[in-house]
């Protein structure tokens, strides 16, 4: 089966051709970072009205890349949630029509899903069962992924993600939109000795997260500290550290708490270079596998949607012909497809 993936949940326009022989075949996306860094955030509307521009141009493009005519398209996949309700309605609305139009099945994939099979897409990719670390702008969770649709949080954030802190803290060292990687680049000349941030809930048992305390601690870092470049680098040093070593306490947590071998990282801030050095040791230490995606499939985009969508399709899930979408949708109320058992 060859399927053509969406992506639209947030602020950038993925699309992708996946088959199932073949593997990924093409895959395009467009950032919307240079339209929303005026505002240091993405503006929902704006996001909705770029992907309308974009999206049709980009499917042209990635199929003319891919080989593939829209005739050889035997399914449809697209994000139906979580994320904005203008930018999912895009993409749906599209899929969906697309799918009606070429008489092939449709399916809409849950955007956690897509991240935690994107490591699927790899030359050596996991097996199930494994520990997902799910980590980004907009989520960040601990999963016990058991195979597709079978999935148990162990630990979720209970206000800020990791990925929405990098942010913050980046905007208030003055670094620009995105802030994130803009923050790990300005920590590599940063001295590590010089400022020492709170590992927040790592003091107590549990797998939850909580980074909305380490962001009111980098405030009040820059504006005691943060009168030159070098205490800059410093504070985002520091704050880098902490996270990064709060999201290796919980790893280790859950690595004991399941048992597993494997151990995978996904999602935006999975690109993050010292977080891979940490998770890397961490699993050697403990002779367990990591596993993650190339930094492309990291952020947002169509392949793990054509994938997910895919893995769905051929098990025999389709959506009926009409319009809907999930701005909210818990990872945990998925399941199995049937015809998987």
């Not at 704006?46 to 891919?66: C, F, G, I, T, W």
């Not at 990719?125 to 649709?149: C, D, I, K, N, Y």
């Not at 899930?317 to 058992?341: F, Q, V």
């Amino acid at each position: 089966m060859r399927v053509l993936g969406i992506e639209t949940s947030c602020d950038e326009t993925g699309v992708a051709v996946y088959d199932a022989a073949g593997g990924l075949l093409a895959h395009g996306l467009h950032s919307q970072a240079a339209l929303h860094a005026i505002y240091a955030g993405v503006v929902p509307e704006l996001a909705s009205r770029d992907h309308v521009r974009k999206l049709l141009p980009l499917v042209n493009r990635v199929l003319q890349e891919a080989g593939a005519g829209l005739g050889s398209i035997g399914g449809v996949a697209y994000t139906a949630g979580p994320g904005l309700a203008g930018a999912l309605l895009v993409g749906a609305t599209f899929g969906r029509v697309l799918a009606y139009a070429l008489n092939v099945p449709a399916v809409a994939v849950h955007h956690m899903e897509a991240h935690l099979l994107a490591p699927m897409l790899e030359p050596d990719p996991p097996e199930f069962p494994f520990v997902a670390l799910l980590v980004s702008g907009g989520h960040t969770m601990l999963v016990e992924v058991r195979g597709l649709g079978r999935y148990r949080i162990l630990g979720e954030s209970l206000d800020d993600a990791a990925g929405e802190a990098f942010d913050k803290t980046a905007t208030l060292l003055g670094l620009p939109y995105p802030g994130g990687p803009a923050l790990a680049e300005l920590a590599r000349r940063g001295d590590a000795g010089r400022f020492r941030f709170p590992r927040p809930m790592t003091d107590r048992p549990g797998l939850d997260f909580s980074f909305s305390g380490l962001k009111t601690f980098a405030l009040n870092a820059v504006r005691e500290h943060a009168s030159d470049v070098q205490s800059r680098a410093d504070i985002a040093r520091a704050f880098e550290e902490a996270v990064v070593d709060t999201l290796a306490i919980k790893c280790r947590r859950a690595i004991e708490q399941t048992g597993t071998g494997t151990l995978v990282l996904s999602g935006g801030v999975g690109a993050n270079q010292r977080l891979r050095e940490r998770l890397e040791a961490l699993a050697k230490s403990r002779g367990v596998r990591i596993c993650y995606p190339q930094p492309a499939l990291c952020t947002d985009n169509g392949a793990m949607v054509a994938y997910a969508g895919c893995q769905r399709l051929m098990r025999g899930e389709t959506e009926p012909p009409k319009i809907a979408i999930r701005a909210r949708w818990p990872l945990d109320s998925l399941r199995a497809p049937a015809a998987a058992g």
